[in-house]
Structures are given as C-alpha cells and as structure tokens.
C-alpha cells in the first residue's frame, strides 16, 4: 500500500522552523519548497498497486532521499544518519526534528520496486518535464556526446579470489546451483568468505589450489538444471565461466581434457580484474544538462560509442547536431545520424599509415563510383566488387609496386600494396577532408565538443567512478538518478522556481 503524507510530524517542521538555516538556492532548499509538485504522489502509483497491507513511507521522501544520495554519493546508511542529524536533509525530505527516518534496507526496496516497474527512470523523466517545462532548451539544437569507463562494484582480484568470488555468486543467484556445489565443489568451503588456508608461499600448493577451483567451477556449470535464468542469475553464470578460463590454462604435460590445470604463464588479453561499465551521455553543451543517458558493459559492439548515438538521440523531437570524438567516427554512425535528420559534427578517426611517415589511404584517388584507385605513383588499378559479411572492397597494387620509387613510403609487404576499402568510404572521406581544412567545422568542434568533458566529471565525481551495485540493471537506474540530481542542481543555479503551478526559470536567465 501507498503511504500517504499524514500531516502529523514527529517534532516540528524542519523546513517551516529553519528554512533560513538551509542554505538559499541549494537542492535542500528548493526540495523543501517543491518536493511533492517535483515528485506527485500519483507519480509512485503504480508501484503500489494494491490497497492492503501496511502503508509504506511516503515515496515522495524516498525519492528526494535518493535523489540527494546519488548527488552526493553515499552508502545507504550514511544517507539514513544524514536524515536522522542533519536539518538540510530532514528539510529536504519533509522531516520533523525528531524523525528518526527509516532503516537503510527501505531504500534498497525502493530503488528495487522502480528498477522492476514499468517506468524505471521516472526520476530522471519528471526532472525532463520539468526541463521542457521551462524551456530552457528550445532553440539550443546542439547534443554532445560521450562515454566514460566505470568500475563495478567489486574489488581487483587475483586469480584465486576470483574464483572463489564467482562460484560463490553462481551458488547465490542461481536456482538449483547450491545443491550441484554441495555435491560436486570440493576445493574449498564457499560459505567461508576468506581465502582458503594453504601455505602461500608454496608454490606447488597454490598450483594445486588453483587446479581444484577451477575443477569445481566446471563442474558447477556442467552441472547447472536447464533452466531460464534472470539478470542476476545470468551475470553471475557469464562470468563464472569467463573467470575460469581467463588466468588459467592446461597444467604442464596436459591437454587440458584431463581437468588439470595452473595459473596461466603469459598476459591475458581482455583480462577480467573487476566487472567495468560505460556511462553514456547526451548533453546540451550550453546549459550542460543531460539529455540522455544510458549504461551498458563495457565490452562487446552493440555497447560501444558508435551504436548507441542514434539511441541517445531518439527523443529529440528536431533534428540535432552531434557533436563526438572519433568513437563516433564510424561509418554506419554517420550514415544513421544522417538518416535521423541530425548533422554530425564528430572528429574523424585516424587513418593508419602502412609505413612511418609514409602514404595512407587518403594519398591514394579513390573513385568508388568508377571502380578505380590511383597510388601516389600514377598506377591505377581495378577496385573489386563488394564482398564478404562486411561487404569490403580491393585493390590490388602487388603487379605496380616492383622497382616503384616510392614504394619504400607506401608498404613492406612483400606482394605489394592492397588497400582495403570499406562501405562509406566516401563520407568518412570528406568528413577528414572537412576536419582539416573547413575552419568553421574545427571552430563548431573545439567550442561545443569540450563541455561534455565537464558533464561526465559531474558523474564520476564523490567517488562515483566505482559503481556501488552489481549488474547493468541497477546500475543503470543509479545513472539515471545522478543525471536527474545533476540536472535538477542544474536548473536550480540557471534560476528554477515555481509560478504558480508552472515551472520557469528567471527571467534574466532564460
């Protein structure tokens, strides 16, 4: 049941009694003055959907408490003690004197029944409505974006803990995998948290160790009942089965069919030490309020800067300029913009050359149209027709580049030069020529490209570079809440207030 404000405080009024202590144009202020026209009790409706049982707390005070959390990034038990001494806090979320708020589990069950509703961001939404309400954006047509690389909420671990760290995760979330481990896992007692004790500095002890894990993790998820899993469940069976095989390999003397196995000798590439994570954000660089965000792992090409831009642009009602750095600079980024209506102002990447100072692919006439490539010598050469899954095309110089005066600036392979060209070659093309030479495209980068920069800062600041949760479904609702905090501080220092029952901003700043 929906708890509702019952008009009865414990103590007096923190916001009527000290409204001058709170500092003046801060979010304590205005949520003491607006929390419940920000956050209506018909916003929270749906979460509750039934009339019995006990009524909750009010989920307007929850929402301005988490609000106020990931704007200032605290536990969920420094965030309670902030409520119960300090009289910003208990302003802000509509307190008495002598409240002494709530246990810290209730905010865990809060951010659990928005992560789960149909509306997880609705924080960051009402915060946008208020946003378009002002109007502070109309006529601003320019987003800048970019990404940020964040930590989950797990420590760097040695190969060891890691183990240790994913069986015992494997047999939290996933149904049916405690009853497989108590018959199959052996290496260790998963329900102790510690390290095994063995004798550290043994080294046939540890390798011994380390074979027994990594035993027991394949036999865990051999044994694992076919079944649909969830986020949690599925994370935690993902990574299992990366962990086991990222820092090992097959013992000496072994085909690794055997089951034995050692800590691997070598550098593992894409090497597992924590679970990381991109912010992805959309901004309006004069006002630096963020229009879109979105957190996805860190891995992997449907993740990367490239496919997400059209993604955190599909709200925009008009058409935008973007502006990014090269991460955007692919192909099918440019031609999705451009298909959206939107103009790319997005750095282009840089082009490799096959040798040191030497020619690369823009020195070469390329005429996709004619089906023809010229080298910096003048020998031209058939271009193929497009091929394979990627649909590139070739051309071959391996019969001009023989006793070529200038081949020793253009490649060292044997056979002679092959260039590969790809699809939207052309504009990728003339998006470098325009970088280097159109003085008002660089002019339009450098102003509006910098302030996204500041933005992803606002993010990552008061620590928040390490996630505090684990998996991309809370951690992507813990995004859109800061971006909703971020704003909201935003809006407050260009001026917001509330006219009637509008929201505006000052006349002098709008």
Not at 129 to 142: I, P, Y
Not at 272 to 280: D, E, I, L, P
Not at 402 to 414: D, F, I, N, V
């Amino acid at each position: 049941m929906q708890g509702e404000w019952a008009g009865e405080l414990v103590g007096p009024d923190v916001w009527q009694t000290c409204r001058e202590l709170i500092p003046a144009g801060s979010v304590f202020a205005f949520l003491g003055e607006h929390r419940q026209a920000l956050f209506p009790a018909g916003l929270f409706a749906d979460m509750y959907p039934s009339r019995n049982g006990r009524p909750s707390m009010p989920p307007q005070v929850l929402a301005a408490a988490v609000v106020l959390q990931t704007l200032h990034g605290l536990s969920d038990a420094d965030t309670v003690q902030a409520l119960r001494c300090d009289l910003r806090w208990k302003a802000a979320c509509g307190l008495g004197l002598y409240d002494t708020a709530f246990d810290p589990t209730l905010l865990t069950y809060f951010r659990r029944r928005l992560a789960r509703s149909s509306r997880p961001n609705r924080l960051f939404e009402a915060v946008g409505e208020m946003v378009a309400a002002t109007g502070v954006l109309n006529g601003r047509q320019r987003r800048a974006l970019d990404s940020a690389v964040l930590d989950d909420a797990v420590a760097t671990q040695d190969t060891v803990t890691q183990l240790i760290a994913a069986i015992r995760r494997t047999i939290r979330h996933v149904p049916g995998a405690a009853q497989v481990a108590a018959q199959c896992c052996t290496a260790h007692d998963y329900g102790d948290p510690g390290k095994p004790r063995i004798a550290w500095d043994d080294e046939q002890v540890r390798a011994a160790l380390v074979d027994a894990l990594v035993t027991d993790a394949i036999r865990l998820l051999a044994g694992l009942p076919a079944q649909p899993l969830g986020e949690q469940a599925a994370t935690a069976v993902g990574l299992l089965a990366l962990v086991a095989g990222q820092d090992v390999e097959p013992a000496d003397d072994s085909d690794g069919r055997d089951g034995r196995w050692r800590i691997a000798q070598r550098a593992v590439p894409d090497r597992v030490v924590s679970t990381r994570f991109k912010a992805h954000v959309a901004v309006e660089p004069e006002t630096g309020l963020f229009t879109a965000v979105a957190l996805r792992p860190g891995s992997g090409a449907a993740h990367h800067e490239a496919a997400l831009a059209v993604d955190l642009l599909a709200e925009e009602t008009s058409p935008v300029q973007v502006f990014g750095d090269s991460a955007y600079s692919t192909g099918p980024c440019r031609q999705a913009l451009t298909d959206a209506g939107h103009r790319a102002v997005i750095k282009p990447a840089p082009l490799r050359q096959a040798v040191p100072g030497g020619f690369d692919l823009d020195d070469f006439a390329i005429d996709t149209a004619g089906s023809t490539v010229t080298c910096p010598a003048g020998h031209q050469v058939p271009l193929s027709a497009p091929s394979g899954q990627n649909q590139q095309r070739k051309a071959l110089f391996t019969g001009q580049c023989a006793g070529c005066p200038l081949r020793s600036r253009c490649t060292k392979a044997k056979a002679g030069r092959i260039l590969t060209i790809r699809p939207h070659h052309d504009e990728l093309a003339a998006a470098r020529r325009r970088a280097a030479t159109d003085t008002a495209w660089q002019n339009d980068y450098q102003r509006w490209r910098p302030p996204v920069e500041r933005a992803i800062a606002w993010i990552v600041a008061r620590g928040n570079r390490r996630l505090r949760y684990i998996g991309t479904i809370k951690n992507n609702a813990w995004l859109h809440t800061r971006a909703a905090a971020l704003n909201l501080r935003t809006l407050i220092n260009l001026g917001l207030t509330r006219t009637g029952n509008a929201w505006t901003l000052a006349p002098k700043l709008t």
